[in-house]
């Protein structure tokens, strides 16, 4: 069942956090919903421009509403990442979408929140949730680049102002993560200071990390015994998720993570099995390790088990 994102904010904030996962195929999309059936988690599908095009967005949408055919008890939210205004726009008239994210952060302040305000007004007159950004991440994700020493942490003041003149309906807030599986390299790691003082201006309002993949080093260590080369990759502890989500963090972004499951178990696959040609047994591998991989990430975030909950909220 799909619904909007600001539905499930309201039942999760100060709770537990919401897994935004990025699909780009079906063997994604059959192993994200089959994991969060199994651990009876609400959870967003994230669909970028990237994945839009990578078939057409026709593609990626009829997967979805089959797949919520074949699990009727998933609740999900199925969300734009990243967009320009054009596409959150295209989104928007789909009718398909019931969130969309306007990406202006590498925008001046005024000009982020014109754009954003633009958006917010065509998305609720059809009832659809805006969620954007303030301050930038660095690293790389599909059209996002940002070098880190240009990446900016969110300024709780602006954050404050930001929502009040745009009515965005969650705001994405760079506390010190960043795109990529090189997240982190010395000391750096979350910013929980800042994001307190965001949500001491912003009490009960719904905040995102985005760039918060874990980056299992079980995963990369796998990756390059199989023939990979990822090489000092790093990510966010998720043991530090449930404390975002009591700092008002409803929504975590994780896309890198899982990259690397996809990488790892056809690799070892195709190692393991090097006459085979048929891309069906090592798709059906993934999969099940996709499944498994989801439903233990629900887990870190506190969503695991709270489907009966959602559905009575929901009521």
Known sequence: MIVTTKKLFEAAYGKYA??????NNVEQTMGLFRGCVESEAPFIIQISKGARSYTN???LESIIRSVDEIFPDAIFAVHLDHGDEKTCYDCIES???SSVMIDASHE????NIAITKRVVDAAH????VVEAELGQLGGVEEHVSVKESDAKLTDPDQAKEFVDRTGVDSLACAIGTSHGAFKFSGTQGLRFDVLSEI???LPGFPLVMHGSSSVPQEEVERINKAGGNILGAKGVDDRQFKHAAELGVTKINIDTDGRLVWTRVHREYFIAHPENFD????GTAFMAEYAKFIADKNQKLGSAGQIPDVRKFLK
């Open 108 to 111: 001046s302040f005024e000009e």
């Open 125 to 128: 007159a059809k009832g659809i």
């Open 279 to 282: 891309l069906r047994p090592p």
């Open 18 to 23: 919401i897994g935004a996962y990025n699909i």
């Open 95 to 97: 009718g398909f979408y």
């Open 57 to 59: 967005k026709l593609v």
């Open 199 to 201: 949500q001491k201006r």
